[in-house]
């Protein structure tokens, strides 16, 4: 299955690029939420193009995905609490869509299979660096099949990166004043705008924290057991276990950056 979800990241990857290519025309932006949360014509049709192929090889599974697509309506939940029995997919069919609209080239689209409430595949394709980072459960995670190291690091000479969670404003002052903490505690912060490459970087090193205050479950829930695969921590930012039944908090990172970040005084 596992090499089915990376075909199918790929694929989607290849939709974005060609709609980049064209420089988006053709492509329609509307606003959901608010101002900041976008969703595009494309968005819709890569989580449509996802549906139609994983139903063809997993009739009963059910679905779990960042947009309100009208067709395929059964294998649809919005309840996190029917993920407890049988397969589940958590979609985000593009994971930054705000730099996708604005051309920032840094998106991606995120895929996790969940048995019974427990993610056991997770697969994140980012098509502008032809990066595939492919996760199962107990089996560690490949970046374009290379197996990833598990490591430790500390975030002192690291850098760290942060997320605003752009929908939720509530959380804008305790964000900027966590971006200040994690600037203290490591060489520099980067704020990127796709959660799930936060996830990945982190795994393979190129971030030793990820830190973000408000999170649903399509954004992490494959770049969760990616990092975990590669011998990070994943909790809430006050250290306990993350549950896709609310909107968390995420904290990823290296344990001794993990351990360091929950030293802090909020
Ligand atoms: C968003 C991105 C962003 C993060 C937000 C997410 P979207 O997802 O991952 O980096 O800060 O919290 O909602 O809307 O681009 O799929
Ligand atoms: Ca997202
Ligand atoms: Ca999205």
Not at 55 to 80: H, R, Y
Not at 134 to 153: E, I, M, V, Y
């Amino acid at each position: 299955m596992q090499h089915e979800i990376d075909r199918l990241a790929r694929e989607a990857g290849r939709m974005i690029l060609n709609a980049d290519s064209s420089a988006l025309s053709g492509v329609e932006v509307v606003t959901k939420s608010s101002r900041r949360d976008l969703v595009t014509s494309m968005d819709l049709e890569i989580q449509q193009m996802l549906m139609k192929e994983l139903l063809a090889i997993i009739p009963q599974a059910k679905f779990l995905c960042e947009e309100d697509v009208p067709s395929m309506p059964d294998a649809v939940i919005t309840d996190a609490g029917e993920l407890d029995e049988g397969i589940c997919f958590i979609i985000d069919p593009i994971d930054g869509t705000a730099n996708f609209v604005h051309g920032n080239r840094h998106s991606c689209t995120s895929i996790a299979m969940t048995v019974n409430g427990e993610t056991q595949i997770g697969v994140i394709y980012d098509p502008y660096r032809d990066e595939l980072f492919s996760a199962r459960k107990g089996h560690g995670c490949a970046l374009n099949g290379q197996l990833l190291p598990a490591f430790d690091s500390s975030m002192k000479n690291e850098i760290t990166v942060f997320g605003t969670a752009p929908y939720n404003d509530f959380v804008n002052g305790p964000t900027f004043e966590l971006a200040e903490k994690l600037y203290e505690a490591s060489a520099d912060v980067r704020r990127t705008g796709s959660a799930a490459l936060d996830c990945c970087w982190t795994a393979c090193g190129r971030f030793a924290l990820y830190a973000e205050l408000s999170l649903s479950a399509w954004d992490f829930a494959a770049g969760k057991l990616i990092a975990e695969e590669t011998g990070c921590v994943v909790t809430t930012t006050d250290g306990k276990p993350i549950s896709f039944k609310e909107k968390p908090s995420i904290l990823c990172g290296r344990p001794t950056a993990v351990s360091e970040f929950l030293e802090i005084d909020f």
